[in-house]
């Protein structure tokens, strides 16, 4: 029986579904600092 | 019989040049004292003596395993560790062979051998276990367990094996001057590397799979229904830092080898370093996701929790961080760090998964006598000789004149 939002995330399996969005927003930031390239310390 | 400089020799000379880097026996003897050689000699005169016992006495006489605890360090640390450690082999394999990353050849082959001692040393660290290693053959050609994950397991690594075998190959026809036989094999590379990508991957995600059978048995943090996921992707870590661990070694005690330039060296270091944290981020969302799907969370506050939370932040996620800084500073000395720090971890794991989190809750808990310790030192030393032996002689750092690069 579904009482409390987090059986009805346990059932929907919405909480991992919302992990795996974040993680999927995060792995893109992540993406882009580790290519981002080094700035000239020169001048 | 000819030398690599052209000149024609009997088959003693032949011998001499192969085997004793040109030196006579004596010479050669002189040079084998060393440090390194006198410690490896004594590890040797301990676990040979053990390895004597455990194949005539049997496991009760050598290790702490038990009926509740059948599988040890042998297994947790010599095939599990072994294996994932072994995976540089086809993941730079796959790259340079497969996804024409050509710049990456300079370190295949060192790679290709480490996969390949590797993986040989595994079997070696399995009939320790197994016992009776005339009946390796059984599972292939007498005896079919087809419902087994270890049939599976079993066929793979001796399938493997001889794939790392073909892509060791060229090398060793190189120094014996095999040019037809050579030719033949490198004919061959691209196939077996195919071939060697569909078995790991199958391989390495059913070792995880075995621990699927124990769920009653395992801590449910690491438990989950992807660890055969999770076991494919840290092998796939910890291949590329092996590799950059390996190459960094080879590269201090074999740099008058090297033709490579330090420059090219840490800028491959630094490729390799950015691909192990972006597979390390991927690898950390999963666990995550693997937290989730048990609904797990409570478990985390419990000492089997902080232990895992040690795990995954401080194995995982930290030398990801530390990477990410490295190769967006240029800094390979960190990155290099940084993939210690990750074999650890991942080291760290198999232990967890095989050992520490396995019966958890038994009070009979295993612990491994001083003899596993003592054999698996050895299986490492000698797989720490034989890579040596063999770079010593063959063109594994190097390029041989006499022959084109294979791509």
Same mark, same amino acid.
């Given at each position: 029986? #579904?009482?409390?939002?987090?059986?009805?995330?346990?059932?929907?399996?919405?909480?991992?579904?919302?992990?795996?969005?974040?993680?999927?927003?995060?792995?893109?930031?992540?993406?882009?600092?580790?290519?981002?390239?080094?700035?000239?310390?020169?001048? | 019989?000819?030398?690599?400089?052209?000149?024609?020799?009997?088959?003693?000379?032949?011998?001499?040049?192969?085997?004793?880097?040109?030196?006579?026996?004596?010479?050669?003897?002189?040079?084998?004292?060393?440090?390194?050689?006198?410690?490896?000699?004594?590890?040797?005169?301990?676990?040979?003596?053990?390895?004597?016992?455990?194949?005539?006495?049997?496991?009760?006489?050598?290790?702490?395993?038990?009926?509740?605890?059948?599988?040890?360090?042998?297994?947790?640390?010599?095939?599990?560790?072994?294996?994932?450690?072994?995976?540089?082999?086809?993941?730079?394999?796959?790259?340079?062979?497969?996804?024409?990353?050509?710049?990456?050849?300079?370190?295949?082959?060192?790679?290709?051998?480490?996969?390949?001692?590797?993986?040989?040393?595994?079997?070696?660290?399995?009939?320790?276990?197994?016992?009776?290693?005339?009946?390796?053959?059984?599972?292939?050609?007498?005896?079919?367990?087809?419902?087994?994950?270890?049939?599976?397991?079993?066929?793979?690594?001796?399938?493997?094996?001889?794939?790392?075998?073909?892509?060791?190959?060229?090398?060793?026809? /190189?120094?014996?001057?095999?040019?037809?036989?050579?030719?033949?094999?490198?004919?061959?590379? #691209?196939?077996?590397?195919?071939?060697?990508?569909?078995?790991?991957?199958?391989?390495?995600?059913?070792?995880?799979?075995?621990?699927?059978? !124990?769920?009653?048995?395992?801590?449910?943090?690491?438990?989950?229904?992807?660890?055969?996921?999770?076991?494919?992707?840290?092998?796939?870590?910890?291949?590329?830092?092996?590799?950059?661990? /390996?190459?960094?070694?080879?590269?201090?005690?074999?740099?008058?080898?090297?033709?490579?330039?330090?420059?090219?060296?840490?800028?491959?270091? #630094?490729?390799?370093?950015? !691909?192990?944290?972006?597979?390390?981020?991927?690898?950390?969302?999963?666990?995550?996701?693997?937290?989730?799907?048990?609904?797990?969370?409570?478990?985390?506050?419990?000492?089997?929790?902080?232990?895992?939370?040690?795990?995954?932040?401080?194995?995982?996620?930290?030398?990801?961080?530390?990477?990410?800084?490295?190769?967006?500073?240029?800094?390979?000395?960190?990155?290099?760090?940084?993939?210690?720090?990750?074999?650890?971890?991942?080291?760290?794991?198999?232990?967890?998964?095989?050992?520490? !989190?396995?019966?958890?809750?038994?009070?009979?808990?295993?612990?491994?006598?001083?003899?596993?310790? !003592?054999?698996?030192?050895?299986?490492?030393?000698?797989?720490?000789?034989?890579?040596?032996?063999?770079?010593?002689?063959?063109?594994?750092?190097? /390029?041989?004149?006499?022959?084109?690069?294979?791509?």
């Amino acid at each position: 029986m #579904i009482h409390t939002l987090h059986d009805f995330m346990l059932f929907t399996k919405g909480q991992e579904y919302l992990i795996a969005v974040f993680f999927l927003i995060v792995f893109v930031v992540f993406f882009g600092i580790l290519n981002k390239k080094k700035e000239s310390t020169r001048k | 019989m000819t030398t690599i400089t052209g000149e024609n020799i009997t088959f003693i000379e032949w011998l001499q040049d192969k085997l004793f880097l040109g030196m006579s026996f004596k010479e050669y003897f002189k040079k084998l004292i060393t440090p390194f050689n006198i410690i490896a000699t004594l590890i040797l005169c301990v676990g040979i003596p053990i390895a004597f016992v455990r194949f005539t006495q049997g496991l009760a006489a050598t290790t702490n395993l038990t009926d509740n605890n059948p599988w040890g360090m042998w297994i947790g640390v010599d095939v599990l560790c072994g294996v994932a450690l072994a995976a540089g082999g086809f993941t730079l394999g796959s790259a340079v062979y497969l996804f024409g990353m050509k710049e990456y050849h300079p370190i295949v082959r060192p790679a290709v051998l480490t996969g390949f001692l590797g993986y040989f040393f595994v079997v070696i660290g399995l009939c320790f276990d197994l016992g009776r290693p005339w009946r390796l053959p059984y599972p292939m050609f007498v005896s079919y367990g087809t419902t087994s994950v270890m049939f599976l397991v079993g066929w793979h690594v001796a399938l493997y094996l001889s794939c790392q075998f073909v892509e060791f190959c060229p090398a060793l026809f /190189e120094w014996l001057g095999w040019k037809k036989f050579r030719k033949f094999v490198v004919g061959l590379t #691209i196939g077996a590397t195919i071939f060697g990508v569909i078995l790991s991957t199958l391989h390495q995600s059913a070792l995880g799979g075995l621990y699927l059978l !124990a769920a009653k048995k395992l801590h449910p943090l690491w438990y989950t229904p992807f660890l055969p996921v999770f076991f494919l992707v840290s092998a796939i870590i910890g291949g590329m830092t092996m590799v950059i661990f /390996e190459s960094s070694l080879t590269h201090r005690v074999f740099s008058h080898q090297i033709s490579l330039d330090h420059k090219k060296f840490d800028k491959l270091t #630094i490729g390799l370093g950015k !691909a192990a944290a972006m597979t390390l981020m991927g690898y950390f969302c999963l666990k995550v996701i693997g937290v989730a799907h048990g609904d797990h969370w409570h478990l985390l506050g419990t000492p089997m929790g902080q232990w895992f939370l040690l795990e995954v932040l401080g194995f995982v996620l930290a030398p990801c961080f530390l990477l990410v800084w490295a190769v967006r500073q240029e800094r390979a000395g960190w990155v290099r760090f940084a993939a210690i720090w990750t074999v650890i971890g991942l080291i760290l794991n198999r232990v967890n998964v095989s050992m520490i !989190a396995f019966n958890w809750n038994l009070p009979d808990r295993y612990v491994p006598k001083w003899t596993e310790f !003592a054999v698996t030192i050895t299986i490492i030393t000698v797989g720490v000789l034989t890579f040596r032996w063999i770079v010593n002689r063959m063109p594994i750092l190097w /390029e041989h004149p006499d022959y084109e690069p294979e791509i």
